[in-house]
């Protein structure tokens, strides 16, 4: 099955090439591409430092600075609503004291386990409130629409519905833990993910 081809988002890319913030943008789909590729040769653990550092690029930071990262999620991406991160049932709440929402303590964490992973570490050591195929799952899903977002504040793209929904959903399906499915009445089973989107999609009908 051939996944559809995005054409509006291919052509606010082409036209993005003469934003101010395109070097470090390209920089940023360039890590972000080497994260996600179907090479089984690459590690999870270097995925994560690819994505955390796509991440990095998109927002035009150095690098290495977590709460610069947080910050720039916080304010560049706000979801309606936003879930405070007491919401969450995964969350240690002195871990992630300083952290106003699910999202700002989403990349708290992933960078914490990144710096971790990429030390070396490979035990226990640093107790993540998301698994590592979890984070990747998230960074892959939540990065395409930074993206979307900022091609959509330099008026080259229109967000979609979807896209709408979508970067609404995000700190739900963060709380949420997306490789589980939920029983339902009659004994078949869905996707927690999935019945997020789809209730956040009928909000914006």
Excluded at 74 to 97: K, Q
Aim: contains cysteine; hydrophobic residues 45%; proline residues 5%.
């Amino acid at each position: 099955m051939r996944a559809p081809i995005d054409v509006p988002f291919l052509r606010a890319l082409y036209a993005a090439q003469g934003q101010p913030w395109w070097d470090h943008a390209f920089e940023a789909i360039s890590a972000f591409s080497r994260a996600n590729t179907d090479n089984q040769s690459v590690l999870p653990q270097s995925e994560a430092t690819q994505m955390i550092g796509a991440f990095e690029r998109l927002f035009g930071l150095a690098g290495g600075d977590e709460k610069a990262l947080r910050k720039s999620l916080s304010t560049r991406f706000v979801p309606v609503p936003e879930l405070p991160f007491t919401s969450c049932e995964r969350f240690a709440a002195r871990r992630y004291a300083t952290c106003s929402s699910v999202r700002e303590a989403w990349i708290a964490d992933f960078f914490r386990l990144r710096g971790h992973l990429s030390h070396g570490h490979r035990g226990n050591k640093y107790p993540s409130a998301w698994s590592l195929n979890e984070h990747l799952l998230l960074g892959a899903f939540l990065f395409p629409l930074l993206l979307k977002l900022m091609l959509a504040e330099a008026q080259l793209y229109t967000l979609s519905s979807r896209d709408r929904a979508s970067l609404n959903a995000f700190e739900k399906l963060a709380a949420a833990h997306p490789f589980e499915k939920l029983a339902e009445r009659k004994g078949s089973h869905d996707w927690g993910w999935n019945r997020i989107l789809g209730t956040e999609m009928l909000r914006l009908v």
